[in-house]
């Protein structure tokens, strides 16, 4: 079945500093790949998503780039502020999965101002 | 807020105990989906409802059953609660489901039943 991996499982940046969340994926035909942010003792929300026939989606600070070749995605967080400090969580649906969602580890990411 | 409830936030009991989650979907959503987030574990898939009818199984133990109602309301049933059932345990609901590749539903989580096993 499918598999996520996701790196690294820690990340600390300075207040308006980049960071970058990668994840692979097993499965090449998977088709649906979404992040979710959770903060401490809250749901997870999702916070972008990407099919597999875009290369790239954006949202403000946020950007999300997807290697359907290389079976890896990765979040892209710009200016980083505190309140960014969470665990992100990327996930993927694999083929004919009525939709369940197969996360990776999580990334506990700490902006420090 | 999600529109997703999950009831009761918290839940303590003993081993051996039976404990009954519920979670109700955000209006129209017909697919409900149920996690299980324990520290060790990460976020893992459990089962899947769509308008009643069970659609994807994940690693969900025997002692473990769900079901939805045709108020489209879900329940997870864990019984013989072991202190490994400690856990956070998320329902999430979408609009549809599908088994076509390239078909997206984003799925919005409840805020949870932390459930502690003592």
């Known amino acids: 079945g499918e598999n996520v991996e996701q790196h690294p499982s820690t990340l600390s940046v300075q207040e308006g500093d980049s960071a970058v969340i990668k994840c692979t994926y097993s499965d090449s035909a998977s088709n649906y790949f979404p992040w979710y942010k959770q903060e401490l003792g809250k749901r997870p929300q999702l916070i972008i998503d990407i099919r597999s026939n875009v290369g790239e989606k954006k949202d403000q600070r946020i950007a999300v780039t997807l290697n359907k070749t290389a079976k890896h995605f990765s979040l892209h967080i710009t200016e980083t502020q505190p309140e960014d400090s969470a665990v992100y969580f990327c996930a993927a649906i694999p083929p004919g999965g009525y939709n369940k969602l197969i996360f990776g580890a999580g990334t506990r990411l700490a902006v420090h101002p | 807020d999600s529109g997703v409830t999950q009831t009761p936030k918290h839940l303590i009991t003993a081993t051996g105990q039976r404990v009954t989650l519920r979670c109700s979907p955000r209006?129209?959503?017909?697919?409900v989906y149920w996690y299980q987030q324990s520290l060790d574990q990460g976020l893992q898939f459990l089962i899947q409802?769509?308008?009643?009818?069970?659609?994807a199984k994940g690693n969900i133990l025997e002692r473990f059953s769900a079901q939805q109602f045709p108020d489209l309301h879900s329940e997870l049933n864990l019984s013989s609660l072991e202190l490994g059932d400690s856990a956070l345990y998320f329902c999430?609901?979408?609009?549809?489901?599908?088994?076509?590749?390239?078909?997206?539903?984003?799925?919005?989580f409840g805020a949870g039943t932390r459930l502690s096993v003592l």
């Open positions: 209006s129209g959503d017909l697919s």
């Open positions: 999430a609901s979408s609009v549809g489901t599908s088994g076509r590749q390239g078909t997206k539903n984003i799925q919005y």
């Open positions: 409802y769509y308008n009643g009818e069970e659609r």
